[in-house]
């Protein structure tokens, strides 16, 4: 259930609200838009049934939502969610520029790596230090030092970094160390942690699972928003299908189904979507075409011997040609890529 409240609402209208959703053991969420505040009600909403709500002072409309999902959903919040990460607003009309090595691997790779694409406009460093790899045999990322050698990067470039979370029981970790925690498409459905980073405050960035249908993937979003955690990123990286001649397929559409569904800003990753790095510049230009808010790039300064994920990797120079073509798109559909001094 979803309570839009009249402009002259006063704190004391809300607090009669708030206190009446809590007494039938329902909790509140409460939005303060420039026009209007929302409060919107998790929770089995049939306990309020016999409640009057409409007639409460100052509200405007009840509406009763038949989607499973609310707080991710664009009828609780109508305008763009904007996420503060440093000095970058994810979902604003910078893009974000996510950029980075799949793997850390050494501290002369990761400083390496990061200036190199901070020189050519990334504004977010990404690197993985628990790697959620398909093979127990593969190499499994640096764990914490892994997550030490981003913080020097971090330190080197002033860049903001991104890196996943595979366990519950990594969070505080991660979390100290990150200024977005990444949920990979393996862990889109990892109910349990999806709770646990509800919790935190960080933003967290939420891939797609590999075989997820849209309202699935707002559901993700909703069971990190329920705890109270709006700090949600969307981010595709390609479905399954039955084409085999990429990694996965790039699913374009959902840019603007989510756009419609959600509030929430939605970054492209084509390097997991294609898995070959002659397609990634391709597809980063037709995800900002299409409306996303920013992209996700794999960069290695050797992709040949990258621990992982090497054959989608664009090296440094490859990346910077994709900025200047992708900062003519940007104008075009009304966004800017970010500047530095
Ligand atoms: C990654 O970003 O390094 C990664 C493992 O991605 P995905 O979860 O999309 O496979
Ligand atoms: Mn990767």
């Known amino acids: 259930m979803i309570i839009v409240l009249k402009k002259e609402a006063t704190e004391s209208d809300i607090e009669h609200i708030v206190e009446k959703i809590k007494e039938h053991g329902l909790e509140p969420h409460i939005s303060r838009g420039i026009e209007k505040i929302v409060i919107g009600v998790v929770g089995d909403d049939n306990k309020l049934i016999n409640v009057p709500i409409e007639i409460f002072r100052n509200v405007e ?49 990761i400083t390496f790596i990061a200036k190199e694409v901070k020189k050519y406009g990334a504004n977010i460093l990404r690197g993985g230090a628990f790697k959620p790899r398909t093979s127990p045999y593969s190499f499994q990322g640096l764990g914490k030092e892994g997550l030490e050698l981003l913080k020097i990067a971090k330190q080197n470039t002033g860049l903001p970094i991104i890196t996943e979370v595979l366990d519950t029981r990594d969070i505080e970790l991660v979390a100290e160390y990150a200024d977005i925690l990444q949920v990979g498409t393996r862990n889109a ?18 891939k797609r699972g590999l075989a997820m249908k849209a309202d699935e993937w707002v559901l993700s979003a909703e069971y990190i928003m329920s705890g109270g955690n709006y700090n949600v990123i969307l981010c595709e990286r390609g479905i399954r299908t039955f084409e085999t001649s990429t990694r996965n397929t790039l699913d374009i559409n959902i840019i603007p189904v989510m756009k419609e569904k959600t509030h929430l800003p939605i970054i492209i990753d084509p390097s997991h979507a294609t898995g070959k790095s ?19 790039i794999e960069v290695h300064n050797d992709p040949e011997n990258a621990w992982s994920d090497g054959d989608q990797s664009l090296t440094p120079e490859q990346f910077g040609k994709l900025m200047e ?17």
Not at 189 to 206: M, S
Not at 278 to 296: F, Q, T
């Open 61 to 109: 409309q009840v509406i009763r939502i038949t989607k499973p999902y609310k707080l991710a959903s664009r009828d609780f919040h109508p305008h763009n969610t904007v996420i503060d990460v440093g000095t970058t607003k994810i979902g604003s009309e910078e893009l974000a520029i996510i950029a980075g090595p799949c793997s850390v691997e050494t501290p002369e790779q």
């Open 189 to 206: 459905q990892n109910f349990a942690l999806l709770k646990e980073l509800g919790k935190i405050r960080k933003p967290v960035l939420l």
């Open 278 to 296: 002659k397609y990634v510049p391709d597809m980063a230009l037709a995800a900002i075409a299409a409306g996303a808010d920013g992209v996700m």
């Open 325 to 341: 073509k992708l900062k003519q798109i940007a104008q075009v559909v009304g966004r800017k890529v970010p500047t530095f001094v």
